[in-house]
């Protein structure tokens, strides 16, 4: 197992928590960084992971198996009332996407809005 394979978080900062994106590494509790892009702060998650991880070594800490390594397929079926699934049919139509990007789209930027801060 390679320390790369922890699975991390990443979420856009509000303006009044400085902008800029925030990563967290769920399976190493208190791990986290953040960075101006997303590959700023994707580079220093990483490299916060491997200082925690060096740190847990020098402690003699239990080092933690990642824990959200199931296989998803990335879909599911899901039953939504007639008149939600036109309104999303139209909006996808209005927008030039297919209606999984839209649905797709609007899923995570409401996970976004609800994560945890």
Known sequence: ?????YPCSIRRLSAE???GYFVEYPD???CMSDGET?????????EAALSWLEAARALGRP???PQSQEKFSGQWR???PKSLHAALARQAKREGVSLNALASTLLA???G?????
């Open 78 to 80: 899901m039953r939504v």
């Open 109 to 111: 930027e409401g996970l």
């Open 63 to 65: 080092i933690p198996k």
């Open 28 to 30: 190493l509790p208190g």
């Open 1 to 5: 197992m390679t320390d790369l394979e």
């Open 17 to 19: 928590e400085g902008g």
């Open 38 to 46: 997303i590959e700023e702060a994707m580079a220093n998650g990483q």
């Open 113 to 117: 809005r609800h994560s945890p801060a």
